[in-house]
């Protein structure tokens, strides 16, 4: 498993909450206003920068983007 890319996007919510040194990989994104709609589409662009991979705004699972896990899992797990 690559941890660079799940790295890269924990380092990007941290810059945008610098009040905040860590966060837990089942901690809620959302709910705990890390992410909220105005910076969600960045949340996407920033994945799809570190993955290499397009992600296809018509068929988002909001459940992929929930925790940093879930987003490990869904877009930088390679079997």
């Given amino acids: ?11 990007w919510i941290l810059n945008r909450h610098p009040e905040r040194d860590f966060i837990a ?6 709910e705990s206003r890390l992410v909220d709609s105005l910076s969600f ?9 570190a993955s ?18 879930a987003i490990e899992k869904a877009f930088f797990v390679t079997t």
């Fill in 1 to 11: 498993m690559d941890t660079a890319g799940i790295d890269v996007i924990r380092a």
């Fill in 25 to 30: 990989g089942d901690e809620n994104l959302i």
């Fill in 41 to 49: 589409v960045e949340l996407v662009y920033a994945i799809e920068n």
């Fill in 52 to 69: 290499g991979a397009e992600i296809d705004f018509d068929s988002i699972d909001i459940q992929d983007f929930q925790t940093l896990s």
